[in-house]
C-alpha cells in the first residue's frame, strides 16, 4: 500500500495546471458575490464535507462560503445511504435547493467519474452558467464531459479493486487542500503562512493566536499578548498594531480604509497608504460630482420641457 500511495502525489503534481485554472476560477467567482459548493456521493463526498467544514475555523470564513452537498444527505456522512447516488434528479434538486447563481462555482468530485448524483448537479450548474470543475480519477467518463475545468490525477488500480477511498480518496483530498487553502490564501485569510484569520473557539486556538502574532510581528509573546487584549482580540488589528507601532484605533481605521487588506495597511512607507486613502477620497468626490452634474441635467431638461 506504501508503495502504492506513492504515486497519488505524482499524479496530483501533474494536474498542477488544471488546478491552478480552478483556483482562478473560483477567485473570481467568490470576489463577484459567488459561493464554492462541492458536490459528490460517498467517499468523494464525505472528502467534500470535510473540507467545506474546515474552512470556516481555519479562515475564517462565513459557513456559507464553501459548502458541501453529498447524496443521501447528513446521514451519508457517517453511513451508507442505499441507492443515494443512483439518482441524476436528486443531484439537480440539492443543488437547486442552494440557489445558485452564475457567481458560484460547483466542484464535482468523482472517481469513477459516472456517479449519477454528481452528473446531475453539474447538467445543472452549466444550465445556470456557474463554472464547473470535476475532480476524477478516470478522465475519459461523462463527469469529464460536463466540467469547463477537468482535474484527472489518474492513480491507476487500487490495492483493494474498487476500493476508492483507497488512492483515488487520498488523491481528492490533497487537490481539495489545494483548492480551498490557495483560494483563501488568495483572498486574504492567510498571511505569510500562518493562519491570520482563524476562529478562536477554544484555549487551544487563543494560544496559537498568540504564537501566530508573536511570529508575524517578531515581538515578543508579552507584547503580543497586551496587543492581542488591546485589539479586542482582533489578530488583524494586533498585527498592524504591532508592526506600525500604532493604537489600536489607528490600526483599525488602516484596515478600514483599504479594506481589510493585510499588505497594504502595512505598507513600508506612508506614501502607500496615503494614496489609498487619496484614491478613496477622490472616488468619493467624483462620484458626488457626477450624481450633481447628473441632477442639474436633469433641472435644465425639466425647464426646457416646461
Do not use: W
Not at 116 to 134: D, H, N, S
Not at 166 to 174: E, H, I, S
Not at 243 to 251: C, D, G, S, V, Y
Amino acid at each position: 500500500m506504501s508503495r502504492e500511495d506513492r504515486k497519488v502525489a505524482v499524479s496530483v503534481g501533474r494536474e498542477l495546471p488544471a488546478i491552478a485554472r480552478s483556483v482562478d476560477a473560483i477567485v473570481s467567482g467568490i470576489r463577484k458575490g459567488g459561493r464554492l459548493i462541492y458536490v459528490g456521493a460517498g467517499s468523494s463526498g464525505r472528502m467534500a464535507v470535510l473540507d467545506a467544514a474546515e474552512c470556516a475555523p481555519t479562515f475564517g470564513t462565513s459557513p456559507k462560503l464553501v459548502q458541501a452537498l453529498i447524496a443521501g444527505g447528513r446521514r451519508a456522512v457517517t453511513g451508507a445511504v442505499e441507492g443515494a447516488e443512483d439518482s441524476v434528479r436528486n443531484g439537480e434538486r440539492d443543488l437547486r435547493a442552494k440557489k445558485l447563481t452564475r457567481n458560484d462555482v460547483v466542484v464535482g468530485i468523482a472517481a469513477s467519474g459516472t456517479t449519477p448524483y454528481v452528473l446531475g448537479a453539474l447538467k445543472y450548474a452549466r444550465k445556470r452558467g456557474a463554472m464547473t470543475v470535476a475532480i476524477t480519477s478516470n478522465r475519459h467518463m461523462a463527469v469529464a464531459r460536463l466540467a469547463k475545468i477537468l482535474i484527472a490525477p489518474e492513480v491507476g488500480p487500487e490495492v483493494l479493486t474498487g476500493s476508492t477511498r483507497l488512492k483515488a480518496g487520498t488523491a481528492q483530498k490533497m487537490v481539495l487542500n489545494m483548492l480551498s487553502t490557495a483560494v483563501m490564501a488568495r483572498l486574504g485569510h492567510v498571511y505569510e503562512n500562518l493562519m491570520i484569520d482563524a476562529l478562536l473557539t477554544n484555549e487551544k486556538l487563543g494560544d496559537r493566536a498568540l504564537r501566530i502574532l508573536a511570529e508575524a510581528s517578531g515581538k515578543s509573546v508579552s507584547a503580543a499578548e497586551h496587543a492581542f487584549r488591546a485589539a479586542g482580540h482582533d489578530l488583524r488589528v494586533g498585527l498592524v498594531m504591532l508592526k506600525l507601532r500604532i493604537t489600536a484605533a489607528e490600526a483599525k481605521k488602516r484596515l478600514k480604509v483599504v479594506r481589510g487588506d493585510l499588505r497594504k495597511a502595512m505598507g513600508d512607507s506612508r506614501k502607500e497608504f496615503n494614496t489609498e486613502v487619496t484614491e478613496n477620497t477622490e472616488g468619493t468626490q467624483k462620484n458626488k460630482r457626477g450624481r450633481s452634474k447628473a441632477r442639474s441635467l436633469q433641472r435644465e431638461q425639466s425647464e426646457t420641457d416646461g
